[in-house]
């Protein structure tokens, strides 16, 4: 599985999106985060990281150029450790991995499993609900080894 990954931080956007203002960069991004993870502005604006579906809609919203963004990722076809899988994806804050890979291992397991830290390897199904979850933007054709 290819894809790119637009993960990253508000802070770092915020440099990359020069001349902008900070105040500028608030109301156009906040707005999109509490869209997309269904939040309340107040909520949104204390969020630091960004996932992908939400950088994309904001750089199509400034008119920049898309290419200077994200970062390709490369997840193979086999079986993955999860500790490279989180060394794989940028910008990943515990709590959007470790409680959400539980989560979906035990049902893609069939509540077989009680605590992540025992499944040491995901499956490519695993893999491609997580980055679904965490906001990554896969098509189908990056995915065709891992179907719904």
Do not use: W
């Not at 956007?13 to 902008?20: D, G, H, I, T, Y």
């Not at 869209?35 to 107040?42: G, I, S, V």
């Not at 539980?102 to 980055?131: C, D, M, S, W």
């Amino acid at each position: 599985m290819k894809f790119t990954s637009y993960r990253t931080t508000k802070k770092k956007l915020l440099k990359q999106c020069a001349p902008m203002g900070e105040r500028e960069f608030r109301r156009l991004i906040n707005p999109i985060i509490a869209e997309k993870r269904n939040l309340d502005l107040t909520e949104a604006s204390q969020k630091q990281y960004l996932q992908s579906n939400e950088v994309l809609p904001f750089i199509e919203k400034i008119g920049m150029d898309v290419e200077n963004f994200g970062k390709t990722i490369v997840i193979p076809g086999t079986g993955l450790r999860k500790e490279r899988l989180r060394t794989l994806l940028p910008y990943l804050p515990y709590e959007d991995f470790t409680p959400v890979l539980i989560r979906i291992l035990a049902n893609t397991r069939h509540n077989q499993v009680n605590k992540g830290k025992f499944v040491k390897y995901i499956n490519p199904l695993e893999v491609r609900r997580y980055l679904l979850h965490i906001g990554e933007l896969l098509t189908d054709t990056e995915t065709k080894k891992a179907p719904n």
